[in-house]
């Protein structure tokens, strides 16, 4: 598939942009290129406050890889200002796992080549 890397980068950032609106303020990421896929690891921390926030996100990420909406709408993954584009990051991905704890989050997503 074209431009694996550059879609790789764009979930990482769009999961970024949307920890730091909760008000993350230690963010982790790990991106490992494997063989038959990229696992990227990110931890935060959160507030209790924004469990509503939190909930949304894992909704929106385990919503299942597809692939012909992927393939038009990638590109804009990271670039809006007004609005998340998650749902299109859960579109992008084959596996998302998410644990929280009390104040910390840890999404270790999939994405098969």
């Given at each position: 598939?074209?431009?694996?890397?550059?879609?790789?980068?764009?979930?990482?950032?769009?999961?970024?942009?949307?920890?730091?609106?909760?008000?993350?303020?230690?963010?982790?990421?790990?991106?490992?290129?494997?063989?038959?896929?990229?696992?990227?690891?990110?931890?935060?921390?959160?507030?209790?406050?924004?469990?509503?926030?939190?909930?949304?996100?894992?909704?929106?990420?385990?919503c299942g890889k597809q692939e012909e909406m992927e393939e038009y709408y990638w590109e804009l993954a990271g670039d809006c200002d007004v609005d998340t584009e998650l749902t299109l990051v859960g579109m992008m991905i084959d596996k998302a796992e998410i644990h929280t704890s009390e104040d910390t989050i840890k999404l270790v997503l999939y994405r098969y080549k």
């Open positions: 598939m074209k431009h694996n890397k550059r879609r790789i980068s764009k979930i990482v950032d769009e999961l970024v942009v949307y920890l730091f609106n909760m008000g993350a303020t230690d963010i982790n990421i790990n991106l490992k290129e494997k063989k038959d896929y990229y696992k990227i690891v990110l931890t935060s921390n959160y507030t209790v406050k924004d469990q509503e926030k939190i909930e949304k996100m894992i909704k929106y990420l385990k």
